[in-house]
């Protein structure tokens, strides 16, 4: 090989070498069903709510996602507060969990309930004087959950979804208070803390609702050091994501606020929802907050969309369940959005490949965002040896 040939090759090689892993830790769907029909409690399996099917997780890990987020109801679950769980519907859980962490991927577990729990026939406000429904009941939950999967280390713990209508000091002593029992039963863990007003990214510094997120939520505390921020961001007009349309969303705007305060604060988050309806103006938005994510990757650890499950339609909004498994007929948001940001991971025979890394690039368990090295950053070194070690062999 002539030396001019031999430069072009070790430039070629260079090119490559620098392509830079993404180091998000965590990218993934919330498979949603088992929340379903919260109005009909305990209601049936297969009639008011479903349970996840491995084909569906399957398919996500296959397209390179290494995260299932997993919401449930609080009142299926335990039935009475301060009893036991409910071993039927604990075993949907833990089916899911098992499966899911048997293919090498990380489950949040979601108690989706709003900080509310429904009490004879009333969705009762968590901690609210009067409710019925106390700060310990929570803690008491926690507690069990943190004891049934502080063997697994690929767990994680959503502390509740969307909490709204309140005070945020009411959310921060309740947070608070799941965070207690979460730790008392020896889970060690990543928890998700989320805020006020629906957990919006793109309020959490407003005051709309009451006392900003941005100023109370900083109060919370973990003896492990272990949690991040929970935010939700969906791109409509009004935030809300039921709207099957999106307007002119720039992340660099919308999110700075937020951004900023992790950053000046020294939190990290997640955003465990947001949705990119099939319409172009979706798929601009979509792409334009995937990059945002992976640009400040400093302080955001990765993302969970919305939504995946069994029982979505075909023209249901903002849905990544392929509308058919057999002939496979995927969604159009997965290739026009998703495949951009996400590595092919296939599985075979429901193993996973030898390699114990994931999809996003973590190792075995949940890292503490506070002090873990990403392995994307020693990749990056060893590329930059490789690539120090190229340039002088093309070159000489």
Same mark, same amino acid.
């Given at each position: 090989m002539n030396k001019m040939a031999m430069s072009l090759s070790g430039l070629m090689l260079v090119s490559m070498l620098l392509t830079v892993e993404s180091k998000l830790l965590y990218k993934g769907v919330s498979e949603s069903c088992l929340e379903w029909g919260p109005g009909t409690v305990p209601g049936k399996v297969d009639n008011e709510y479903f349970r996840p099917n491995t084909e569906s997780i399957l398919y996500m890990k296959n397209k390179g996602m290494n995260t299932i987020r997993l919401p449930f109801l609080w009142e299926r679950l335990q039935p009475t507060l301060g009893g036991s769980f409910d071993a039927t519907y604990q075993g949907y859980i833990d089916s899911v969990v098992n499966y899911a962490t048997g293919l090498g991927m990380f489950v949040i577990i979601d108690p989706h309930n709003y900080m509310r729990y429904k009490l004879n026939g009333n969705n009762k406000v968590i901690g609210e004087s009067g409710s019925g429904v106390t700060t310990d009941h929570f803690k008491d939950l926690w507690k069990r959950l943190g004891g049934l999967y502080k063997g697994n280390d690929k767990v994680m713990f959503g502390l509740m979804n969307e909490p709204n209508?309140?005070?945020?000091?009411?959310? +921060?002593?309740?947070?608070?208070?799941?965070?207690?029992?979460?730790?008392?039963?020896?889970?060690?863990? +990543?928890? +998700?803390?989320?805020?006020?007003?629906?957990?919006?990214?793109?309020?959490?510094?407003?005051?709309?609702?009451?006392?900003?997120?941005?100023?109370?939520?900083?109060?919370?505390?973990?003896?492990?050091?272990?949690?991040?921020?929970?935010?939700?961001?969906?791109?409509?007009?009004?935030?809300?994501?039921?709207?099957?349309?999106?307007?002119?969303f720039d992340s660099s705007v919308v999110l700075k606020d937020v951004t900023d305060w992790l950053r000046t604060n020294k939190f990290k988050g997640l955003v465990g929802e947001f949705g990119v309806p099939d319409v172009e103006s979706c798929y601009t938005a979509g792409l334009n907050f995937?990059?945002?994510?992976?640009?400040?990757?400093?302080?955001?650890?990765?993302?969970?969309?919305?939504?995946?499950?069994?029982?979505?339609?075909?023209?249901?909004?903002?849905?990544?369940?392929?509308?058919?498994?057999?002939?496979?007929?995927?969604?159009?948001?997965?290739?026009?959005?998703?495949?951009?940001?996400?590595?092919?991971?296939?599985?075979?025979?429901?193993?996973?490949?030898?390699?114990?890394?994931?999809?996003?690039?973590?190792?075995?368990?949940?890292?503490?965002?506070?002090t873990s090295t990403k392995s994307s950053d020693a990749s990056f070194l060893s590329k930059v040896s490789a690539v120090a070690f190229l340039v002088l062999f093309a070159f000489i």
């Open positions: 209508s309140v005070t945020t000091e009411l959310v +921060l002593t309740v947070m608070q208070a799941g965070m207690n029992g979460l730790r008392e039963s020896g889970a060690t863990q +990543l928890a +998700l803390v989320p805020g006020n007003a629906w957990t919006g990214a793109h309020s959490w510094n407003q005051n709309w609702y009451g006392t900003p997120n941005a100023q109370v939520m900083k109060g919370i505390t973990d003896p492990q050091n272990n949690f991040i921020f929970e935010f939700h961001q969906y791109f409509d007009n009004d935030y809300s994501g039921t709207q099957g349309t999106c307007k002119t995937l990059q945002f994510m992976e640009d400040n990757s400093d302080v955001y650890v990765g993302w969970t969309a919305w939504a995946a499950g069994p029982k979505w339609g075909a023209n249901d909004i903002q849905v990544l369940e392929p509308t058919s498994f057999n002939p496979l007929t995927e969604r159009p948001s997965f290739n026009r959005v998703f495949s951009q940001y996400l590595t092919d991971t296939p599985v075979v025979s429901g193993v996973t490949s030898s390699s114990s890394d994931n999809a996003a690039g973590t190792g075995s368990g949940p890292l503490n965002p506070a």
